[in-house]
Nanobody
Framework: QVRLSQTGGGSVRAGDSLTLSCSAS???????MGWFRQAREKGREGVAG???????RVQNSVKGRFTISKDKSTDIMYLRMTSLKPEDNAIYYC?????????????????WGQGTQVTVSS
């Protein structure tokens, strides 16, 4: 069974930056990874995705502010969030899948992290 473990998150002020990380174990079983977020009383929203070759997708809502990356030596995935806004307040989830690609528009992914709260105050 694959386990996704997240670190990072916390409370910051608007304009600050945060980095989330996610590791998969065993990582060999996970081909596509991504980040989702869920704000209070809203559905889960796909944020960014990355494949094994390092090709990335970032949703328009955070493009230019959020960067997804993956360390090839450790297989740890990161989400670097800059210029944070109060509307970025959410629980952020790491996700992984056995497929080589997964859409960010649905939640039908194989594996999920435990989630981490990001709170941005104005």
């Amino acid at each position: 069974q694959v386990r996704l473990s997240q670190t990072g998150g916390g409370s910051v002020r608007a304009g600050d930056s945060l980095t989330l990380s996610c590791s998969a174990s065993p990582s060999a079983d996970v081909w596509y990874m991504g980040w989702f977020r869920q704000a209070r009383e809203k559905g889960r929203e796909g944020v960014a995705g990355i494949d094994r070759r390092g090709r990335t997708r970032v949703q328009n809502s955070v493009k230019g502010r959020f960067t997804i990356s993956k360390d090839k030596s450790t297989d740890i995935m990161y989400l670097r969030m800059t210029s944070l806004k109060p509307e970025d307040n959410a629980i952020y989830y790491c996700a992984g899948d056995r497929a080589s690609y997964r859409s960010l528009d649905n939640e039908d992914w194989d594996f999920w992290g435990q989630g981490t709260q990001v709170t941005v105050s104005s």
